[in-house]
């Protein structure tokens, strides 16, 4: 669970976040992982979705031509 970590990991849907310092939870996240081949296919499908819709280079792409496109004067604006 660092920085940016929950950005793109949605715990339980889309994969496992645990605590950073807590290295038996970790252990015992992996070692659930790999004992159960249909949860990880679930999270790792999951992940698949919301990254390709999150994260592809149309969505991002999008999402910076929203932010530039806000950031543009618009008729009756008093900010510029």
Do not use: K, N
Request: aromatic share 4%; proline share 6%.
């Amino acid at each position: 669970d660092v920085p940016g970590v929950r950005t793109i990991v949605d715990h339980g849907v889309t994969g496992v976040v645990v605590p950073v310092d807590e290295l038996h939870t970790m252990v015992t996240s992996v070692a659930a992982l790999i004992e159960d081949s249909p949860r990880r296919a679930a999270l790792g499908g999951a992940a698949r979705v919301r990254c390709t819709r999150q994260f592809s280079l149309q969505a991002v792409g999008e999402t910076w031509l929203d932010a530039i496109v806000d950031l543009l004067p618009h008729p009756g604006d008093r900010r510029y």
